[in-house]
């Protein structure tokens, strides 16, 4: 845009330099137009420095909105967030993870290996750790 201004001004210049006689219509006549032609060129600057405020404004409003929609619309399944165990099916040996959420259906024994095809079923009640913890394994 300042290319236009700059053309703007040159004819002020130019106008001001031929000491037109603003007394006679001719004068009258080319300084106002190049006193429009200013004006327009002025308005023009500010408009195009307001579209560009307010394409600014949009980008940052596009990034608002995608931010929003991915917490949204973001998948159900986000392991990375649950914790994550691992254990180990006793027929075929398989190394099986699991969440929080898999552990009622562990002790449900509604939890299948998906190797083997074994229900999974884990013994809260005994300890195998052979040391002074007050269980019963002793």
Same mark, same amino acid.
């Given at each position: @845009?300042?290319?236009?201004? &700059?053309? !703007? ?9 031929? &000491? ?14 190049? &006193?429009?032609?200013?004006? @327009?060129?002025?308005?023009?600057? !500010?408009? $195009? ?18 931010? @929003? ?16 165990? %691992? ?11 699991? %969440?929080?959420? $898999?552990?009622? #259906? ?8 998906? $190797? ?6 884990? $013994?809260? #009640? ?5 040391? #002074? ?6």
């Amino acid at each position: @845009m300042s290319e236009l201004t &700059n053309r !703007a001004s040159y004819l002020k210049g130019l106008a001001d330099g031929l &000491n037109l006689d603003t007394e006679k219509a001719e004068g009258k006549l080319i300084n106002e137009l190049i &006193n429009l032609v200013c004006d @327009m060129s002025d308005e023009l600057e !500010a408009l $195009d420095d307001e579209q560009a405020f307010v394409a600014d404004k949009i980008d940052e409003i596009e990034d608002v909105i995608e931010i @929003m929609g991915d917490e949204i619309y973001a998948d159900d399944c986000d392991c990375d967030d649950e914790d994550l165990y %691992t254990i180990v099916c006793d027929k075929c040996g398989a190394e099986i993870d699991f %969440t929080d959420e $898999d552990i009622d #259906d562990i002790v449900t024994g509604d939890f299948v290996c998906p $190797d083997c095809g074994e229900v999974i079923e884990l $013994d809260f #009640d005994e300890c195998d750790c052979g040391c #002074d913890c007050g269980c019963d394994c002793e």
